[in-house]
């Protein structure tokens, strides 16, 4: 079963499969949500800075029952001139908030401020300061892992070019009709694990009749199919649900998608995000 399987990281880190996603979930109801999901089985969870709800993950993972060595937290650097200025002090806050005594894993949330992602101005020179900083807090045992997300292969680039520690994730955007091949295998061919977000594109896929159809050919749901497609690229999904019985139908993948079909899936159109095109990462930028 997926649940109990794991990467391993460019540093020899074991990272699970499959993950939980917890954006969009408040910092009170988090609580409850991820100890179904640790009930359910799953290890790996993902928060960020800009959810707002570290605390609520933090206290999860604390009070959960499960030793903390077997569990996988994540959480994301909001990207702002105070991160960019002040590293060492904003990784220390994230760790104050969420209460635990190191992260598993660290990222930088975006290559740019949320107000000028994607934009003309790169945030080269800022992104290595931040890095340093992330470097520093790994080599002091803050943190086990660090990487990126929302990363291009431009902005990894930037990165390589003088880092004493490479990037070892990158988590993107990533599902069924949007499959950044040329940046998965740049980071594969560099050691660094993708990583997805969004897998089931904040449940649009589930209007789609070619996504549904395939979906019922395979006897499966729309989430197990997407979830399945993102598993067999050789990348993390990280579906968000609040729901425990989405959360075990989600790890239900054991099927496989044929080499065909999984062709015919990447070649779909990309979906349309509706009102979720206002945030950055799916404005189509």
């Known amino acids: 079963m997926v649940l109990n399987e794991t990467y391993t990281l460019s540093n020899g880190v074991k990272m699970p499969k499959l993950g939980l996603g ?3 979930i408040n910092d009170n109801d988090v609580v409850e949500v991820v100890k179904e999901a640790v009930k359910v089985g799953y290890r790996n969870f993902d928060t960020a800075q800009a959810y707002r709800n570290e605390a609520g993950v933090g206290e999860a993972i604390r009070t959960c029952g499960v030793p903390r060595n077997e569990l996988f937290v994540t959480s994301k650097i909001h990207p702002n001139q105070n991160a960019y200025d002040n590293g060492e002090e904003v990784i220390d806050t994230i760790l104050n908030t969420l209460n635990i005594e190191y992260l598993d894993l660290l ?3 975006a290559p740019q401020p949320w107000g000028k992602y994607r934009g003309k101005v790169n945030f ?5 300061r931040l890095w340093k900083a992330m470097e520093k807090a790994y080599k002091e045992g803050k943190v086990k892992a660090i990487g990126v997300s929302n990363f291009l292969q431009k ?6 070019e003088d880092c004493e520690v490479k990037p070892m994730v990158n988590q993107v955007l990533a599902h069924i009709s949007n499959t ?3 940046l998965i295998k740049f980071c594969q061919d560099n050691d660094i694990l993708v990583e997805a977000h969004s897998p089931i594109a904040h449940g649009r896929a589930m209007k789609n009749k070619h996504i549904k159809a395939m979906a019922e050919k395979y006897q499966v749901s729309v989430p197990q199919l997407c979830i399945r497609y993102i598993v067999q690229l050789g990348i993390v999904p990280i579906p968000k649900t609040s729901n425990p019985a989405h959360m075990k139908s989600n790890a239900d993948v054991d099927f496989v998608i044929s080499d ?22 799916y404005n189509g930028k």
């Open 22 to 24: 917890t954006w969009f």
């Open 260 to 281: 065909e079909d999984m062709k015919a899936l990447k070649k779909i159109k990309k979906l349309g995000y509706g009102l979720l095109r206002l945030f950055p990462v």
């Open 124 to 128: 080269y020179e800022e992104n290595k």
């Open 155 to 160: 902005d990894i680039e930037n990165l390589l």
């Open 180 to 182: 950044p091949d040329k």
């Open 107 to 109: 990222l930088i949330h």
